[in-house]
């Protein structure tokens, strides 16, 4: 008897800014083999500053590299230390820069989209619904509500990857 061979679904994550949590979540899917993207649904990348007024704010679109050097510049020690630096050099070795769902979803179709968060979850489906409908596709689209911060992170794209590993072993879903 012939081994069965499970479909191979193509998975986007999808957080708010396509900097941590999807990153993450990709960054583990990729090294598991899986076909996976990566995007971010804001109106533009978003990430701590010195304080909660004072965000730093960038186009999606931004090299990971050129907010990387823009941080260091401005405060080196402070995003050494909240982990941004590492993010984002971790972010650029994976991809040039983050991408925003609404402009750039015509990668896929996917079959599974994975959000990590609700208003993102919010987001994919109200962009979905006022898309012109070329395919008939099924898709998949399930939240994790995961904080936005490195710990949580990691264990969200540990989850994620679970979930999807088993979906890669079912006939259908």
Known sequence: MAAKTAKRWRYAMVCSSNMNRSMEAHSLLARAGLAVAFYGTGAHVKLPGPSLLDPNLYPFGTPYKAIHDDLRRKDPDLYKRNGLLPMLKRNSAVKATPQRWQDNAGDGPFDVVLTFEEKVFDSVLEDLNSREQRLINTVLIINMD?????????????LALNLCLYLEAVDAW
């Open 146 to 158: 995961v904080k936005d911060n490195h710990e949580e992170a990691g264990v969200g794209a540990k």
